[in-house]
């Protein structure tokens, strides 16, 4: 397997689905209706990638194995948080065919790599709680929590949430 730049058709088939599934991960997890969820997903997506597969510090590839199939995307950015420059995986993608075979994880090394030639040695990502395969992946290839959000939806509530 090896991770190649996305090309622009690539990327064209990528981004849709990827703010997708975005957004259905936010309804799964934070409760929004959909229409809340997809203008999250649009607002974010938008300003990440606001000069598309040619934002500045964005950095987007496919993973393809000898045969040129496409077996996943991964993207990270590159941000500067106090003064402090640093990797962010935003998105990481294994065709549904794919996963369970060891590609997670080979793409996670591999887009490691790369964040090295950026000549950055930190890497952090967001991770929904209900995914646990991916926190399993993560835990095992030496990610820490570095921060925690809970949330309890109260039965019975009398109080409406958009106040």
Known sequence: MKLVPMTESEFNFWLPRSRRSYAADKMKA??????????????????????GINSKNNFLYSAKDAQQNIL??????????????????????IEEQYRGKGYGR?????????????????????????NERAIKLYKS?????TDI??????????????Q
């Open 106 to 130: 080979q793409v996670m090394m591999l887009v490691e790599q790369e964040i090295k030639k950026q000549g950055l040695n930190r890497v952090g990502l967001h991770v929904f709680g209900f």
């Open 30 to 51: 934070n409760g929004l209706a959909q229409d809340e969820a997809d203008k999250v997903a649009a607002e974010g997506f938008n300003q990440m990638l606001s000069q």
């Open 72 to 93: 996943g995307f991964i993207w990270f950015c590159v941000l500067s948080i106090e003064g402090h420059r640093r990797a962010y995986i935003c998105d990481v993608i």
């Open 149 to 162: 959000e809970m949330e309890k939806t109260l039965p019975n509530s009398r109080i409406n949430d958009s």
């Open 141 to 145: 290839m030496g990610y820490l929590t």
